[in-house]
């Protein structure tokens, strides 16, 4: 009932002059956000070859576009993370990984600080455990006599 | 005594592996589909959009495949090596004319000269990807069963042609 | 003219600081007082004829003198007046040419502050320092000379690149190279004492100040650049583990071990070899850095136009200068001798785990810098390693460094008791536990490792608190509290600061990741949208006109609750010289968080793609290194450094078999 009174008012407002305009809430930027939030997690592990620095969610390059496009259609179509990834890879090589992968040749990376942490703790507390005693130092009477001059003097300055 | 000498061994090391670091190429990035099957495409060309052109098309012959684009500067560089290596008949070149505009792309070639005997036109890229695409100028040589055995990424030069791809093609001739 | 002056001053330059190092080193081996006396002002001249080279070229800057092809290719006559001087360093030439400087500048700090070196000790470090000023100005008088004219010279320069036409560039490459370039004070020191043949408790004092205040410079330097790039790139991020980034990590890393090693060197003499290594791989990795971003090896957004003949100039220079002092090591090194010992468990021990550990980071950071590198040179494959790599591998490895950071000061030296610390710190890892389980709640959700962020946060600052009660309790001599805190040396006041700062500096990083959002909208003319309890309203974009750009302005109004909080203004500029796009994002930053807008493409006449972002405590990331910074510049400061020794002393000390 109330309904053409909310169409006139609609009418009114759309009709009102330019300077105030009708404010609403923006819509996302995107077609679907919610297949947009998948594009870009999976974006996101992807290295953008051109400026390769960044991911092809934050690069503004036309390839990485054209990727996201990709990715989008894929998605679409009903691909898992899995098979896009492998995708561009087939085609990029792991390069294009924003993660290296973890394989053979990549062990070394993956598991080298935790041996470099590793090793420097362990030779540190075998150092620790079993120290090389410093023997006995003998003063000759020479040193004796520094020794007691320098105690002698005014103490400066030590911390 | 020994452990003394870790520091500078490593450091040796790291020297070693920074000189080699400087004959190298960061950016670019080889391509994994050397030595598999060409991918599949299918596409108009960009003389005659009635008719297609695919790499099925080329089995049997050992051929080169040129990614190349009107807005592409580069491409200017090795268009007269490209033309050169048309006239010498050594192989067939085909064209993939990659995110371009077809009156743009036959203006190029009508101004700078057509050394490809036919270019197929990829208007959005999606072929491009396929084969790992990612600056123009690339350039592919496929051998007779569609496999590709050899991939340059950026423009082509003399010597490139010289010691790279003549020798690979006539190699590829022969088996 | 003028740059044929700066030319002759560099000139110049080489042969007084192939002077300093020559009579420096050869003086003191000989025990000549004539020659160690003609160092100081050998070093003293070369900074001067350094200075008159910058001045020329930044004369030629300008005045814009396009004959000059460095000017040409990094400036021109639109070109604001700060940035034209800024560009003196904004290509490889000059900014080699601001190293040098910069190494002049500290030369000088040397010879100025440094009364109570005996005379054979400074005349060694000033020796060091001439040799490495010497390689530097040879790579710039035969590759890399700024001066270079061209003939006939362009009607106007091809502009200082956009990006860096920015107050960021005044400030981030100075602060960065005396940081970078101050470690090499600390390797002198060390090639000096391992040339001398004598290293104990005086040298680590004597170190300290200046290893000190070059960590805090680089603190600042990449804190600037972090804060530079996160408003200048547009899209929010502030760390990017980029391969010129990692380069002044490293030092900074190895940096902050060697200032802990130095405070255990210089009290209880031990760790003397380690210490010395420090210094020495501390200046390796700036080294390494400079020839990481100037030499086409890894790829970089901030790399300078790369040129490989460049590149293997400053290897070689490495080999020599490195590989020199690390021969020197095994050289010397065994001769050092132990130092005291200490237990397991004791303030020595805890400050070694700190230092593996940092040293490990440092490690794993140069790994993953240089294993796509190495993979390729072997012909394994190529790959890429980025933030996901190291994101992984840092935090676990600095996070037991941190923990450990709230225990060390309250352990006692030689022998530390678990049980002891264990009570003296209840209270502090009472008040983590807390922040740590409750506070995630207040700003959202929960999340293991928000907390953990925090417990660490909350720990470290509570110990550092906690450290400053107990001073004014522990009463056992009977002066007052405020008599006591009065007499507690800067140095401590300063390690307390900067360990707060990193309290600080730890939970901007968690809250900012843990809490941040954005959001994507299409916005026309009078569209709202909200963020972090925020309103924006667009009200339209229009066409304005910089000096040497056209933008496109927009204007967000921003609210909160209705009261209007702040208009912004991003920009989506074109430089006309470059025809270079840039995106310059509008920041209204707080103490509790930043808001950050930018725009998109525009889609039709009137509406844009708007990027809002809620960044909640990111200040508290930079906040916390200039705390950091601060704590350095007070500890180093302390009047024990400052208070000589008496001269006759001190060389009665020097001339002392070795201890």
Known sequence: ?159 | MNRFLLPVGIFAALVALLGVGLTLNPREVPSPLIGKAAPHFELPQLHDSAKTFSEKDMLGKVWVLNVWASWCVSCREEHPVLLDLAKSGAVPIYGLNYKDRRPEGLGWLKNMGDPYQISAFDADGRVGIDYGVYGVPETYVIDKRGVIRYKRIGPLTTEIVKEKVLPLVQELGRG | MIPEIGQIALALALCLALSQAVLGLAGAARGDSAWMGAVRPAAQGQFVFVAIAFGCLTYAFVANDFTVTYVASNSNSALPLAYRVAGVWGGHEGSILLWILMLAVWTVGVTLFSRHLPDEMLSRVLGVMGLVSVGFLLFVLFTSNPFARVFPSPADGRDLNPLLQDPGMVLHPPMLYMGYVGFSVAFSFAVAALLSGRLDAAWARWSRPWTTTAWAFLTVGIALGSGWAYYELGWGGWWFWDPVENASFMPWLVGTGLIHSLAVTEKRGCFRSWTVLLAIVAFALSLLGTFLVRSGVLTSVHAFATDPARGVFILALLVVVIGGSLLLYVWRAPRIGLGGSFDIVSRESLLLVNNVMFAAAAGSVLLGTLYPLALDASGLGKISVGPPYFETVFVPLMAPALFLMGVAPFARWKKASLPELASRLRWALGAGLVAALALPFALGRWSPLVALGLLLATWIAASSVLQLYEKTRNAASGASAWARLRNTPRAHYGMLLAHFGVAVFVTGVTLVKGYESEKDVRMEPGDTTEIGGYTFRFDGARDVRGPNYVAARGTIKVTKNGQSVTTLYPEKRIYTVQNMPMTEAAIDPGFTRDLYVSLGESVSNSAWVVRVQHKPFIDWIWGGCLLMALGGALAASDRRYRFALKKERAEAYASAPAA
């Open chain 1, 1 to 159: 009932m109330a309904e053409p009174l909310v169409r006139a008012l609609a009418l009114a407002m759309l009709l009102a002059p330019g300077g105030w305009a009708l404010a609403r809430e923006a819509p996302p930027a995107a077609q679907d956000p919610v297949l947009e939030q998948r594009v870009m997690a999976i974006s996101g592990e992807l290295r953008c070859l051109v400026c390769q620095n960044q991911t092809i969610a934050d690069s503004n390059a036309e390839l990485a576009a054209d990727l996201r496009k990709e990715v989008r259609e894929k998605i679409r179509q009903g691909q898992s993370d899995r098979e896009i990834i492998d995708f561009m890879v087939e085609r990029y090589g792991d390069f294009v990984l924003y993660r290296p992968p973890f394989k053979a040749t990549t062990l070394l990376l993956w598991l080298g600080p935790l041996l470099l942490l590793a090793t420097g703790l362990t030779i540190l507390f075998r150092r620790l455990a079993h120290p090389r005693v410093k023997g006995d130092v003998e003063l000759t009477a020479d040193e004796r006599d520094r020794a007691r001059r320098l105690l002698a003097s005014k103490e400066t300055g030590e911390g």
